[in-house]
């Protein structure tokens, strides 16, 4: 079975999991997987108080060896039992999620670009480009809403974290996409794009 791997990244707040939301839509259940990246933080045995202060934006934060290693067992049709991170916990949990292999991979991730052998076990790479101060307002919403984040701690860890990492790591990866969408507009021809794409790819497998 040949397997389409897309990897889809951009800064912190970009939009990233709307574009995945679209692509889901327009394959069944079964044809597709998601591997986010966030899910990869290296376990910690810090006291929650230290855990909290730990850089996530940093790509020493991401157990890149297990990602890599999981996909590439996808890649090759064995399931896998991913991690999953607890944001409130600022820690992976015991339990982990079971994923059977499939014709479509979404790889979703800030830093899915910055590591030069993920790009290479990507058939399609998307960058999804927003300003900063839009990016800013949905992480805010997003942290204090869904993660029980304070206003202040969230303001506090974009200025001495997310701000420059996404300068340091995440803005330069743009240029290894194939595809740039920029957030402020509607995805759909974008998506729909991807989506020939993908199928071009899998029908050619069948010849």
Same mark, same amino acid.
């Not at 409130?88 to 499939?102: A, V």
């Not at 999804?128 to 204090?144: G, K, M, N, P, Y």
């Given at each position: 079975m040949k397997t389409v791997t897309i990897a889809i990244a951009g800064g912190s707040g970009s939009g990233k999991t709307t574009v995945v939301n679209k692509l889901l839509s327009h394959f069944k259940k079964k044809e597709v997987r998601v591997l986010r990246l966030d899910d990869y933080y290296k376990k910690s045995d810090l006291p *929650? /108080?230290? @855990? %909290? +202060? %730990?850089?996530? &934006?940093? $790509?020493?934060? !991401? &157990?890149?060896? =297990?990602?890599?290693?999981? =996909? +590439? /067992?996808? +890649?090759?049709? @064995?399931? !896998? &039992?991913? $991690? !999953? #991170? /607890? *944001?409130? !916990? #600022?820690? @992976?949990? /015991?339990? +982990?999620?079971h994923i059977e292999p499939s014709p479509i991979i979404l790889l979703e991730g800030i830093l899915v670009l910055e590591e030069e052998e993920l790009r290479n076990l990507s058939d399609i790479k998307i960058y999804v480009d927003t300003d900063s101060d839009l990016r800013f307002i949905r992480r805010l919403l997003r942290d204090t809403k869904e993660r029980g984040r304070s206003l202040e701690s969230v303001v506090d860890q974009y200025l001495k974290t997310v701000k420059p990492m996404h300068e340091a790591f995440v803005e330069q990866t743009k240029k290894y996409a194939d595809i740039i969408i920029p957030n402020d507009f509607s995805h759909n021809v974008a998506v729909d794009i991807v989506e020939t794409k993908i199928k071009e790819i899998l029908n050619k497998d069948k010849e």
């Amino acid at each position: 079975m040949k397997t389409v791997t897309i990897a889809i990244a951009g800064g912190s707040g970009s939009g990233k999991t709307t574009v995945v939301n679209k692509l889901l839509s327009h394959f069944k259940k079964k044809e597709v997987r998601v591997l986010r990246l966030d899910d990869y933080y290296k376990k910690s045995d810090l006291p *929650f /108080d230290e @855990r %909290v +202060k %730990v850089n996530y &934006d940093h $790509p020493n934060s !991401i &157990d890149f060896d =297990l990602f890599i290693s999981q =996909l +590439k /067992d996808l +890649k090759e049709g @064995r399931a !896998i &039992d991913k $991690p !999953i #991170y /607890d *944001f409130q !916990i #600022y820690n @992976r949990l /015991d339990e +982990k999620e079971h994923i059977e292999p499939s014709p479509i991979i979404l790889l979703e991730g800030i830093l899915v670009l910055e590591e030069e052998e993920l790009r290479n076990l990507s058939d399609i790479k998307i960058y999804v480009d927003t300003d900063s101060d839009l990016r800013f307002i949905r992480r805010l919403l997003r942290d204090t809403k869904e993660r029980g984040r304070s206003l202040e701690s969230v303001v506090d860890q974009y200025l001495k974290t997310v701000k420059p990492m996404h300068e340091a790591f995440v803005e330069q990866t743009k240029k290894y996409a194939d595809i740039i969408i920029p957030n402020d507009f509607s995805h759909n021809v974008a998506v729909d794009i991807v989506e020939t794409k993908i199928k071009e790819i899998l029908n050619k497998d069948k010849e």
